[in-house]
């Protein structure tokens, strides 16, 4: 097949880390699209209950075929024998969607070679799979966070590459993996820069969970929450059902491309945010300052227009509605 039409697409499309916040999110999407899906999680922060509506009888695609399957498995081991039984049931893999990873950019500091198994290694496991196995297409997470500091606003994909973490420099090292695949092997890959996505299943429990998803469990709970330095910095937020969005997009395009940012090219500084959170929950939380996170970029925002163009994807959520879904 030279091209998948998402509606008529009968191969597998592959999820790693489809357990997960974004995964979870684009899974929905897949099946509601008529796709079946194969989720590979390690469920290390992916979670049963993010895709617990896929496992009612109803939601089979033929017969009593059910239309996701779930395997437990780290992408570190590779994905070979994780797939071959499925494969041998239901056919070859069309897609892979590639979300699995070690998420933090603190960890990575403080764990850069767990970082690389896991984020660089985990990709070549994806793309040496789709190499032997004549995968079409190969759709990756990469972050803004290849970009670093000091780019020019909006960030657009032709900016100099400056990681200032492990995690950065992994997630660039993976893009440029694809883009060997594509052009050594002719695994066709897109590599999506994720800005900073939020909305529901978002993971509040840790420090270095996204901003919206900590002040939105702390405001309802009429707890007090903290900005980190003066608050004046301002980050891209792009709604989490807008991206599943841009990853079925690019799947669903059997050509490869180059890196697209994937934001709104809006921006919103986190004391102008803290203020509508709390606003939102009732007014009842204080806010207190903190010293400023070290190393952290101070402005963010993509340019937009790849996206459009690559994927015809606006993220047309606005933050809004996007925060009035996160706190229902
Ligand atoms: C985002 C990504 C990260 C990487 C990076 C690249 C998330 C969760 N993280 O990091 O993976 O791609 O972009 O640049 O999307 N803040 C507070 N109080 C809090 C929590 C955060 O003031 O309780 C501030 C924080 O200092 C920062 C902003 O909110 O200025 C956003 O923080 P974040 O951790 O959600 O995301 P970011 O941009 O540091």
Known sequence: MSSSDSTTDNRLVVVTGGAGFI?????????????RVVVL????????????????????????????????????????????????KYGPVGQIIHLAAQVSVVHSVANPLVDMQTNYGGTLHVLEYARAMGVEKV?????????????????????????????????????????????????????????NVYGPRQDPTSPYSGV????????????????????????????????????????????????????????????????????LCGGRSAIRHLPARAGEILQSQALVERMHQELGVRAETSLADGLARTLS
């Not at 995964?23 to 796709?35: A, K, N, Q």
């Not at 922060?45 to 009593?64: C, D, F, I, K, V």
């Not at 997630?171 to 820069?193: F, I």
């Not at 919206?212 to 059902?241: H, M, N, P």
């Open 23 to 35: 995964g979870s999110h684009t899974v929905d999407l897949l099946i509601e699209r008529g796709r």
């Open 41 to 88: 999680d390690n469920f290390s922060t992916g979670r049963r209950s993010n895709l617990a509506r896929w496992a009612e009888p109803q939601h089979s695609l033929s017969g009593t075929s059910p239309a996701l399957e779930v395997v437990v498995t780290d992408i570190g081991h590779g994905i070979f024998a994780a797939l071959a039984p499925l494969t041998a």
């Open 139 to 195: 759709v990756f997470a990469s972050s803004a966070a290849v970009y670093g500091d000091g780019a020019a606003l909006p960030v657009a994909e032709s900016s100099p590459i400056q990681p200032l973490s492990p995690y950065g420099i992994d997630k660039y090292a993976s893009e440029l993996a694809l883009a060997y695949y594509q052009m050594v092997h002719g695994v066709a890959g897109a590599a999506l820069r994720f800005f």
């Open 212 to 279: 919206i998803s900590i002040f939105s469990d702390r405001a309802r709970a009429g707890k007090e929450l903290a900005i980190f330095g003066d608050g004046e910095q301002t980050r891209d937020f792009v709604y989490v059902a807008d991206v599943a969005r841009a990853i079925v997009a690019a799947a669903s395009s059997s050509r490869g491309t180059a890196p697209i940012n994937i934001g709104t090219g809006r921006t919103i500084a986190i004391k102008e945010l803290a203020a509508i959170v709390v606003e």
